[in-house]
């Protein structure tokens, strides 16, 4: 069922009404700070900033947001998530040296962001709580970032780098310069912490 709240923000946000937009991006830029994050290996986050790279998709969004023709929350995450994709690949290519633009690129970038918003989506969902009706209206992807987004630096690197890189304890404590038992406790307690946030955010 459409949220009417959301349509109406997105009908302003469209309209040029730059309160709206930036009320209806911000629910989005946790999500899209997380999928940046994974996209990139250690060696590109060092050359450039992921948050850069994100400013840069809101910028674009807001300058195409008259030009959307979606209504619904998953049309929009995919449109953004094809903004993101471009995002990346210009500043991949500028750190590479090439500048011509390349599709094919984009076309990979856009199918791996959107296979790692799935994951996203899927992250931990047996394990935690049900989705309320007010969730369900959301998209789950969505709603997990925002979630990470707000818990602490290291219990969002640790779920990040177990869940959705899928390292082991091992190698998340030589990437974190912590010992295995101490990114096993570190991890527990993220867990706990998330599954909080997400109660928080579906009452």
């Known amino acids: 069922m459409p949220d009417p709240s959301f349509e109406a923000l997105l009908n302003q946000a469209k309209d ?16 899209l700070q997380v999928l940046a994050r994974i996209q990139l290996d250690s060696h590109l986050r060092a050359k450039f900033d992921p948050a850069d790279v994100v400013q840069q998709t809101m910028l674009d969004a807001v300058q195409g947001l008259p030009q959307f023709r979606g209504t619904t929350e998953a049309e929009l995450t995919a449109w953004l998530r094809q903004i993101l994709s471009r995002a990346l690949a210009h500043e991949i290519r500028r750190y590479h040296g090439a500048q011509k633009r390349d599709l094919s690129l984009e076309v990979s970038l856009d199918a791996q962001l ?6 996203l989506g899927a992250m931990l969902a047996g394990t935690g709580p049900s989705p309320s009706q007010q969730a369900a209206r959301r998209e789950l992807d969505v709603l997990f970032a925002e979630a990470l987004g707000r818990l602490p630096d290291d219990y969002r690197e640790v779920l990040i780098l177990r869940h959705l890189e899928d390292l082991s304890h091992d190698q998340i404590a030589e990437r974190m310069n912590r010992t295995p038992g101490a990114v096993r406790m570190l991890w527990i307690r993220a867990l706990a912490a998330f599954r909080l946030e997400l109660h928080w955010s579906e009452s």
């Open 16 to 31: 040029g009404d730059a309160t709206a937009q930036g009320q209806l991006l911000g629910r989005f830029e946790s999500w």
């Open 114 to 119: 959107a296979q790692s918003s799935q994951r």
